[in-house]
């Protein structure tokens, strides 16, 4: 008999997925109107940690960044992890991909890793579980 995939919203505003075999967090960004499509990004559980420092060093650059771009200019360069750091008027932040979920607050920033450390104790939880049916 197969299992079937446990699904739990995040703080962070993702979507905690867990299988008996693997687990995700994904996102679904929609397109700025009904003429685009929105887009989907997944990040593997495994990788969870080494998005965690990502987001950590691209903070830490995005803030370095802040002091030296001068006003009113925008800029915007790759991060850690396909990331996308950005400054100026438009998703001005570390962006988890091109302008999306820009974090421009320790706040903010502090949300995204309190929701994959969550992440990483539950999936391990919900996995026992689902192992046991």
């Known amino acids: 008999m197969s299992v079937g995939t446990y699904e739990e919203p995040l703080v962070c505003g993702g979507k905690l997925k867990i299988t008996k075999a693997s687990w995700e967090i994904t996102y679904y960004f929609?397109?700025?109107?009904?003429?685009?499509?929105g887009e989907f990004v997944s990040i593997a559980g495994s990788s969870v940690e080494q998005?965690?420092?990502?987001?950590?060093?691209?903070?830490?650059?995005?803030?370095?960044?802040?002091?030296?771009?001068?006003?009113?200019?925008?800029?915007?360069?790759?991060?850690?992890?396909?990331?996308?750091?950005?400054i100026g008027n438009f998703a001005q932040g570390v962006c988890i991909k091109s302008y999306h979920m820009p974090i421009s607050s320790e706040h903010q920033l502090e949300k995204v890793i309190?929701?994959?450390?969550?992440?990483?104790?539950?999936?391990?939880e919900i996995q026992q579980f689902l192992a046991s049916l």
């Open 30 to 37: 929609s397109g700025p109107d009904l003429r685009y499509n």
């Open 51 to 86: 998005y965690i420092s990502a987001f950590q060093e691209n903070w830490a650059e995005y803030k370095k960044l802040m002091e030296t771009i001068p006003k009113g200019g925008e800029f915007s360069k790759g991060g850690k992890m396909g990331m996308s750091i950005r």
């Open 114 to 124: 309190s929701g994959y450390r969550y992440a990483v104790q539950r999936a391990p």
